[in-house]
């Protein structure tokens, strides 16, 4: 048994692999779903679920437009200046990590980033909450979960001015009020699908507003109005999605899976805190509930922690460059006993070098 700790691509529930291999032979009739025309009744059909899937599980309230789109979340990084941003514009970005990085990185080829704080200076260590969002932004621009440092947002600024949330580590881990949202993007690979399909939620009131011409696949209008089938859609990564958002409603939807995800953190940073072993990275009040982030108080052990692990099931919990030492990515579909697994390594290893 392989308990799969990746931090993305990521897990899927094992009935998901087995339904969309199943549909890999047969989906319709004998064809494929690797195969079939995505203008079928059949796939038109599995578009149309799949939204409405995203919709129920996220309550997506009326007045907003949900979208599967192409480029990962790494394109709405332009994407969002593009269609948000007026010519000599400025937008708000909270930096919190690598990602909100990248995405300052684009607006600039756009307009103006002001970076409204960032905790860059602590290697991202937590969450900066002092800060002044000035009313004449076009937008305001977060990252739920930073995916590489460990750290979640658990509060969102009110403003008046449109919030943008890159939500793509920990949308649907948790029950959150969209309306306090504009526009939120998401790659599908961490928590909702495979690689290829990339989801936004937007409001269709702040669209049209910034005077830019548009190539047409940069356009959410385009893909709102073309029904996420402007061009051709990543049809398996949408089907696959799909069976996995059935998955999720079956099993009580958002705030069923909410309540999971808190016992595995809790479960595993209560581990961090008190094996002697081991330290957690970042700001206790800020700790992602989906990528858990520690190191060892004494870095010789890293690699011979890492070996054993890896010997005996665990998989992918070695820590991104830029923090070292570990990182246990718990996404919706890693089950607590893999949590309990990797805590009782933790323990083992513990004994044998006390
Ligand atoms: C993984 C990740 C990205 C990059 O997503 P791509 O789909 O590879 O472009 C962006 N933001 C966050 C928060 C991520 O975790």
Redesign the pocket.
């Known amino acids: 048994m392989r308990h799969n700790f990746g931090a993305?691509p990521c897990i899927l529930p094992q009935e998901v692999f087995k339904q969309a291999s199943q549909a890999v032979l047969d989906f319709k009739d004998g064809l494929s779903i690797l195969e079939i025309s995505h203008r079928t009744a059949e796939f038109e059909a599995v578009v149309e679920e799949t939204v409405k899937l995203i919709k129920e599980l996220m309550d997506v309230p009326s007045g907003y437009s949900v979208v599967l789109l192409q480029g990962?979340?790494?394109?709405q990084f332009s994407m969002v200046p593009m269609n948000l941003l007026p010519e000599g514009g400025t937008a708000a970005y909270l930096e919190t990590g690598v990602?909100a990085n990248k995405a300052i990185k684009e607006v600039k080829v756009f307009g103006t980033a002001n970076v409204v704080a960032s905790s860059k200076e602590a290697n991202f260590t937590y969450v900066p909450k002092d800060y002044v969002i000035p009313e004449d932004s076009a937008y305001f621009h977060c990252?739920s979960?930073?995916?590489i440092y460990g750290t979640e947002l658990f509060s969102f600024p009110k403003t008046n001015v449109p919030v943008v949330c890159?939500m793509?580590?920990d949308i649907m881990s948790r029950v959150i009020d969209v309306s306090q949202f504009d526009l939120i993007y998401a790659?599908a690979?961490?928590n909702i699908g495979p690689?290829g399909l990339?989801i936004a939620i937007v409001k269709d009131e702040i669209l049209g507003k910034s005077g830019r011409k548009l190539p047409s696949m940069l356009d959410y209008k385009v893909h709102i109005d073309g029904g996420s089938m402007y061009n051709t859609p990543p049809v398996f990564s949408i089907y696959v999605a799909m069976l996995n958002l059935r998955w999720l409603k079956a099993k009580g939807g958002v705030a069923e899976i909410e309540k999971e995800n808190k016992a595995k953190a809790e479960a595993l940073y209560k581990e961090i805190d008190r094996n002697p072993l081991f330290k957690g990275t970042c700001a206790v009040e800020d700790r992602s509930r989906m990528n858990i982030c520690f190191v060892m108080e004494n870095p010789e052990l890293e690699k011979p922690f890492l070996k054993f692990a890896e010997e005996n099931g665990v998989e992918g919990i070695k820590g991104h460059r830029s923090v070292g030492g570990f990182r246990a990515s718990i996404y919706n579909a890693l089950p607590i006993t893999s949590v309990h697994a990797l805590i009782e390594l933790m323990q083992i290893f513990a004994e044998k070098h006390q």
Not at 72 to 75: D, E, I, Q, T, V
């Open positions: 993305g990962g979340a790494s394109l990602w990252t979960n930073n995916t890159d793509s580590s790659g690979q961490k690689a990339t």
